[in-house]
């Protein structure tokens, strides 16, 4: 059973909807992450939070807003997609506030197509 | 910069095989951390071993084997005897302070019966 996990695994949603996707790490760690993983590109950071505050804020569109209400949860809302933003997104945490070497650990993602 | 090769794409190899998964990095820091994950289809990343640049002993683990050398910037992976649950793709990755882990494109490993 993974430590974080992810829902919902699967979304469809059209370019005007909103939605979110929710994470929640189960491992006792303080600095949560969303990555996206698009075909043919690398893993990409998108946001890290430490201690429920944003430390990393990878020049992502204003589209996806992240929210951390505490240390173990983890909010991408989303709103007004487009279709180059499907994609596989995964959620991570680690256990240092501070990032430098701790091991990251994955949920199993959340698979979105924006039609 | 920082940055991670992973120069195989693919590789296709039969059951029992022993295969190698290549990985170059590239980084000015002296301290620096090492990561591999593997990625089934189901998507989750799993990891598998982590390294730190002051540590260049090679680590076992049942089938699995890392080769670290400071000295060609590598840290290579060995599945021995490959079974067909290890077909899934592969990140190198790496680690030099922060938040921030730059992971490499990944390699395909498909192994058949």
């Known amino acids: 059973e993974t430590g974080v996990t992810q829902t919902p695994r699967h979304l469809v949603m059209g370019m005007t909807n909103k939605k979110s996707l929710k994470c929640e790490q189960h491992?006792?760690?303080?600095?949560m992450y969303w990555y996206k993983q698009s075909a043919k590109k690398p893993l990409e950071l998108m946001f890290v939070?430490?201690?429920?505050?944003?430390?990393e804020n990878n020049s992502v569109p204003s589209r996806f807003s992240p929210e951390c209400p505490n240390s173990s949860h983890l909010f991408l809302h989303l709103h007004t997609l487009q279709p180059e933003d499907s994609a596989l997104y995964l959620c991570?945490?680690?256990?240092?506030?501070?990032?430098?070497?701790?091991?990251?650990?994955f949920g199993e993602g959340s698979w979105l197509t924006v039609v | 910069a920082q940055k991670v090769t992973q120069a195989q794409t693919e590789i296709s190899v039969v059951e029992k095989e022993d295969v190698t998964l290549d990985c170059v990095y590239e980084t000015r820091d002296t301290t620096y951390y090492l990561f591999w994950y593997k990625q089934p289809p189901s998507g989750e990343l799993v990891f598998l071993i982590r390294?730190?640049?002051?540590?260049?002993q090679n680590e076992i683990s049942g089938r699995y084997s890392w080769n670290f050398q400071k000295s060609t910037s590598s840290f290579n992976f060995t599945i021995t005897a490959s079974q067909v649950v290890d077909s899934a793709v592969y990140f190198c990755?790496?680690?030099?302070?922060?938040?921030?882990?730059?992971f490499g494109a990944g390699t395909r490993l498909f192994v058949k019966a």
């Open positions: 991570a945490s680690s256990q240092d506030d501070r990032g430098g070497g701790n091991t990251i650990y």
């Open positions: 990755a790496l680690n030099t302070g922060g938040f921030k882990t730059i």
């Open positions: 491992l006792g760690h303080n600095a």
């Open positions: 390294r730190n640049s002051f540590d260049e």
């Open positions: 939070y430490s201690l429920e505050e944003r430390v």
